[in-house]
């Protein structure tokens, strides 16, 4: 079992739509949570970055962390077209960015 | 903001050749810089972690000797590629902490092909 578990995807949505991503982990741990997006063949550019459980928003995107439920996720309100990437959560017990990543998820967001 | 500069964007290069990328902060000075390889549709693979000054921390199943890093001055790491293989082949991405702001930045990528 891989200790983050994340849907590849591909999710594809209509503009405007809300967008649920999400991780599950099995480290009870970690208590650094991070989210990245990732376009096509560029380096990842953190979207969101929590610690412990709760929530946290930032413009349309709010993310979440049930460590009870060891789950976190990541909402993306009024989805545009621009939001199509890969997005990647990230987690690490320290803060020391010994970060352990999901797969990603593909997000196609269509006009 | 800060940024990190990772050059070569991309590099095509005969087998049994080295190949050198460099990853520069531009605005901070980086302590700490992380070398990663992802594969096509899969996530990021930490290889190995760059300290300034001292020896790269190597991940479990990752050949020192193949993958020279340098962490010569507080801006630069470098990571060479030696005597490459079309196995080696993959995005190669670095990321430096930028300690005053306690964040995590990433280059570009690298998209090494080695025929």
């Known amino acids: 079992q891989k200790e983050v578990e994340q849907d590849p995807g591909p999710l594809s949505v209509p503009e405007g739509a809300i967008v649920s991503l999400n991780c599950t982990y099995s480290n009870s741990a970690f208590q650094y949570f991070m989210w990245y997006r990732q376009y096509s063949r560029k380096g990842p550019e953190l979207l969101m970055y929590?610690?412990s459980s709760g929530n946290k928003e930032d413009g349309r995107f709010t993310a979440q962390v049930d460590k009870s439920s060891k789950y976190i996720s990541l909402f993306i309100r009024d989805s545009q077209p621009s939001d199509s990437a890969t997005y990647l959560c990230a987690m690490s017990a320290f803060l020391n960015y010994q970060l352990i990543w999901g797969a990603g998820t593909k997000l196609i967001i269509k006009p | 903001g800060a940024v990190v500069s990772q050059h070569p964007s991309w590099v095509i290069c005969k087998s049994g050749t080295s190949v050198k990328i460099e990853c520069r902060s531009l605005d901070f000075q980086a302590t700490t810089m992380f070398w990663y390889r992802q594969f096509p549709k899969q996530s990021l693979m930490l290889m190995a972690t760059s300290n300034e000054g001292s020896k790269a921390t190597y991940e479990q199943g990752v050949e020192k000797d193949k993958f020279l890093i340098n962490h010569a001055s507080l801006t630069l790491s470098t990571l060479t590629v030696t005597s490459a293989h079309p196995e080696d082949s993959s995005f190669y991405i670095c990321s430096a902490r930028d300690p005053g702001k306690e964040k995590l930045f990433f280059g570009s990528g690298t998209q090494l092909s080695v025929l």
């Open positions: 929590t610690y």
